[in-house]
């Protein structure tokens, strides 16, 4: 079956510039995750979803930066106002519900998003 | 603050020969502890996992030891092959509550395995 994809693969945008990240998980998977890559740095958590839960937003790094996940499938990662230091490759993954299962999150490929 | 320190940025090994790839945590909270593999362009993948109450997980060529008094986990790897090239994030499992898991990230060890 298919993995994670992620739209668009490459993003330039403008500071000030408001931008969209898609996520289309695994089919199934009920729990969601964003998380961004920043130049030599680890991978830095974000937001959660899973099922109808409120989600976990612990990670978000600012009020500019929010996520929605609709009908339990598709994710949208919204930044507004991006700034230089939003720069990042952002990552979605999804994993099936479970204690052991969220440990196998299965990853897209990413969306670089550079901030001029 | 960094929970999980992957010390070394990179690593070059003979093919045919013993990889390790060396993790420290700080938070003694962690319940279980994970590998993952990431080639260039792609997401990074599930390699491994160690609960916390474990000392040693084999799966195949890989094997996680857990060291808790130490705060240390490693990442063996033998024998290396060329295909082991890529780079390897630890990551460490936390309970955000209400059945939320948070997996914290070091920075990764790019590993070169030279035919």
Known sequence: GAGVSQSPSNKVTEKGKDVELRCDPISGHTALYWYRQSLGQGLEFLIYFQGNSAPDKSGLPSDRFSAERTGGSVSTLTIQRTQQEDSAVYLCASSAQGPLSYNEQFFGPGTRLTVL | DQQVKQNSPSLSVQEGRISILNCDYTNSMFDYFLWYKKYPAEGPTFLISISSIKDKNE????????????????????????????????????????GSYQLTFGKGTKLSVIP
């Open chain 2, 59 to 98: 799966d195949g060529r890989f094997t996680v030891f857990l060291n808790k008094s130490a705060k240390h986990l490693s990442l063996h790897i033998v024998p290396s092959q060329p295909g082991d090239s890529a780079v390897y994030f630890c990551a460490a499992r936390s309970d955000s509550g209400a």
